[in-house]
């Protein structure tokens, strides 16, 4: 039986199946048996879905679609590696449906956010309190009727604090653990109670530490409640949303091709996968298929940006368990990685490289000379990184047995990545479901036993190497040929772009290097005035057109401007790639208008933080550092 | 009553000795990096060998706001993490100066929206303002030296 008939056959009417003009599977389910649906798909489907990737909502409050909010599930299967989207509409007098947090846990952080950012409760979950905004924030950002630049300071003035306020807010506290003891989050409550059957007998009493969100050694702001007894952590909570941007909003007030800037600040690490991940998921919703060489470039730039990536997360690990000098060692590796990346983007770190349909620029013609150096420098680096720590006493010790994880824990909480593959299980998307021309390249998933720090950190390590080999390969079959398409999804030829130039000589104009003068009135203006880049593309004209010819300003400006540019139909498209932390997805939805309806990122560390009390409970208070290290969390993309 | 009211207010004496703590001040600046989002990149690829922020005597952060003379501020500040940077800037001891690095600590940069500072100086006083997005090393370099002329030649409370 196929998945349709054994869903209609068990729920009938209460799951329909969306169609869906990209290609996704899609089924609309009654929002009051969604659990029992996706009980039934993690438990008894074949294939079954037991993962869950994503759980977010949308408001069609300006589409009309009635009801107002859907929930949307984004479950996969481990054993298939299929998606499936599960979307169950909520209607606004009551926003309210089951829970699934007993079936995931990561399900938790998801559904509190939904809460958060939409207002949309669920019934039975443990502890539905705000997650990325603040006690005192009222409204849901993400309602389409809450205004994107309307503000709720906690801080009014420039008045420096009074004594007296200090005692308010000790004052406050008190008052607080009063009421929290009540009605606070469960975790809370539990300890506050704890407490208090201790008090008196004060050896034996576990006490609170707070951690963060201004730490030393948290690269990334993140507070964690700690309650201790004595080194040893028994419990802990995590507060994030300290470093909300407000991304998810921003991108429905922008164009779609402006939402990459925004992009590039998600995982500040690793920019060029974010850029890669965010235009697949537009080009899957436009129907384009990008060219052969885009597809190369954009894999070896995601490559690079992995490997600066992992250099970054090791790099500060180190440093933060004494290590300085790998810590100096890495980062003169990525100094010369970001020179590379700056030649060919014109930026070191947020580059807004890629574009619909293409990337920005090609490489410079000494770019392949550079690149292989360049890897030359970082195998050099990681083969004294791995004398300096890999048998170091010290570092072994600390790193080995310490923020243990196991593979069923870890799916439960949604792990991606090399935090996952650590455990033991080899899920890596550019193997499970390959994407641009991963699977024409030779690349091993490296993964661990244990699923503790040390296992971590020998992943990221042996996957700088395979980054490194799947640079080398894609360098050496780096095919020629244009580089952008233009809306239809035909391959422009570059002379072909532009023919439109109304005098001869332009085949010859664009073969030349690009040497521009940046003004109209330029010694070569009369050259690039010629260039007349078709209008509809989707692709915007390189910058060098852009300011030397009115055709290419003119091209840019319509592309941009308010009303025209990139339009896709209506339509929902999820798409995912490996980031460098773990699966890294983009789900947007068009109401076919110039700019985003609805774009939802999956950070990946989001549902590594969501897990992260798991590895660290039972371990000592140092060892909270090592394990934050090896996560590697990045607040951008945590927070959005 | 200060060490300047007993050396007899300002005159010769303690205008020189302005100088001397000016000079020595300007090349032991301990930082507090209060690094939230991207530009801490840039940050810690300024305090790497590269660029060497030793060379100008702001190599070692403190990380305790009481310790500190310099508050760093890396990177976007949100209405949540306001008060924070509020209440680690009021612990930190005088004389203290404030650096906004990168743009969204500058003015929000291009996070206009329900979540963001629009400029930390609507929060705590600012000296020198870094802009870039985020801001190259050379760029931070620059604002560094800014910073140590301003503690030079700014009035030395002791
Ligand atoms: S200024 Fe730019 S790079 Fe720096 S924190 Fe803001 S967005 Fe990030």
């Known amino acids: 039986m196929t998945l349709k008939e054994q869903l209609i056959a068990r729920f009938g009417e209460d799951v329909t199946p969306e169609p869906s003009r990209v290609g996704d599977e899609v089924y609309i389910v009654h929002r009051n048996r969604i659990f029992e649906v996706c009980q039934y798909l993690k438990e008894s489907t074949n294939p079954k879905y037991d993962f869950l990737m994503d759980l977010t909502a949308v408001d069609y409050l300006h589409t009309g679609t009635k009801p107002r909010f859907a929930v949307i599930y984004q479950l996969y299967s481990m054993s298939t590696h299929r998606r499936l989207r599960l979307k169950a509409p909520v209607p606004e007098s009551d926003p309210i449906l089951p829970t699934v947090v007993p079936l995931w846990g990561v399900a938790n952080w998801f559904e509190r956010e939904v809460w958060d950012m939409f207002g949309i409760k669920f019934k039975g979950h443990p502890d539905l309190r705000r997650l990325l905004m603040y006690d005192e924030f009222k409204g849901h950002p993400l309602r389409k009727d809450y205004p994107f630049n309307k503000r709720q300071p906690l801080v009014k003035n420039t008045e420096p604090y009074e004594d007296t306020e200090i005692l308010q807010y000790l004052q406050r506290i008190k008052q607080d653990e009063a009421t929290q003891r009540d009605s606070g989050p469960e975790y809370l409550r539990d300890f506050l109670k704890r407490r208090e059957t201790f008090e008196g007998d004060r050896s034996t009493r576990s006490f609170l530490l707070n951690m963060g969100p201004s730490h030393p050694a948290m690269h990334g702001v993140i507070h964690i409640l700690l309650e201790l007894d004595g080194e040893y952590v028994r419990a802990a909570d995590l507060g994030i949303g300290y470093l909300h941007r407000a991304f998810e909003k921003e991108c429905e007030v922008v164009k779609w091709g402006q939402v990459f800037p925004y992009t590039d600040r998600l995982n500040y690490v690793s920019p060029l996968i974010n850029n890669v991940a965010y235009a697949m998921a537009v080009e899957k919703l436009l129907g384009i298929e990008i060219t052969e060489r885009a597809k190369y470039i954009r894999v070896i730039m995601s490559e690079l940006s992995r490997i600066t990536d992992h250099l970054t997360c090791i790099a500060a690990n180190a440093m933060e368990l004494g290590a300085m000098t790998a810590f100096l060692y890495f980062i003169e590796a990525r100094e010369e990685l970001y020179n590379l990346i700056e030649e060919i983007t014109g930026a070191r770190l947020t580059i807004s490289y890629v574009r619909i349909g293409g990337v920005k620029a090609d490489f410079t013609p000494d770019f392949p000379e550079r690149c292989t150096s360049a890897i030359k420098l970082v195998r050099e680096k990681l083969k004294e990184v791995h004398k300096l720590l890999t048998r170091n006493r010290i570092f072994y010790d600390r790193m080995v047995g310490t923020g243990v994880i196991d593979k069923d824990t870890a799916l439960h909480y949604g792990f991606t990545g090399p935090v996952l593959r650590s455990t033991g299980i080899d899920f890596d998307v550019r193997k499970a479901n390959p994407y641009l021309v991963y699977d024409e390249f030779d690349f091993d998933v490296p993964y661990g036993e244990k699923g503790d720090n040390y296992d971590r950190y020998l992943c990221r390590m042996e996957e700088i190497e395979q980054s490194c080999r799947i640079v080398e390969q894609a360098l050496a079959k780096l095919p020629g040929g244009p580089l952008n398409v233009d809306h239809e999804g035909k391959i422009i030829p570059a002379h072909v772009m532009a023919d439109y130039g109304k005098f001869g000589k332009t085949h010859e104009l664009l073969q030349m290097e690009a040497v521009t003068d940046p003004t109209l009135s330029g010694s070569n203006a009369e050259f690039y005035r010629k260039i007349y880049p078709d209008a509809k593309a989707v692709v915007l004209p390189r910058k060098e057109v852009t300011y030397s010819s009115i055709e290419g300003m003119m091209n840019h400006f319509m592309l941009v401007m308010e009303g025209v540019g990139i339009a896709p139909e209506p339509g929902e498209a999820y798409a995912a790639v490996e980031g460098a932390n773990g699966e890294l997805g983009f789900f947007v939805v068009s109401d076919g208008s110039d700019h985003a309806y609805r774009v939802r990122v999956r950070p990946p560390c989001f549902t590594l933080m969501s897990g992260f009390h798991k590895m660290i409970e039972g371990d000592q208070i140092a060892d909270v550092i090592a394990t934050f290290g090896t996560i590697n969390m990045i607040a951008g993309e945590l927070d959005r | ?158």
Request: with cysteine.
């Open chain 2, 1 to 158: 009553m200060g060490v300047k009211d007993i050396l007899g207010g300002e005159n010769f004496l303690t205008t020189r000795l302005d100088k001397a703590i000016g000079w020595a001040r300007k090349y032991s600046i301990f930082q507090y990096p209060f690094v939230t989002a991207c530009c801490g990149m840039e940050f810690m690829a300024t305090a790497a060998s590269h660029h060497d922020i030793d060379r100008f005597g702001a190599g070692l952060p403190r990380f305790s706001p009481r310790q500190a003379d310099v508050l760093m501020v890396v990177g976007t500040i949100n209405h949540k993490m306001a008060p924070i940077l509020r209440r680690v800037y009021e612990q930190m001891c005088e004389p203290k100066w404030v650096v906004a690095f990168g743009v969204c600590t500058c003015t929000g940069g291009f996070y206009d929206n329900y979540a963001v500072v629009q400029g930390i100086d609507t929060i705590i006083p600012v000296d020198v303002y870094i802009p870039g997005c985020p801001p190259r090393p050379e760029t931070v370099l620059n604002g560094l030296m800014l910073l140590q002329e301003k503690i030079e030649k700014g009035k030395q409370v002791y």
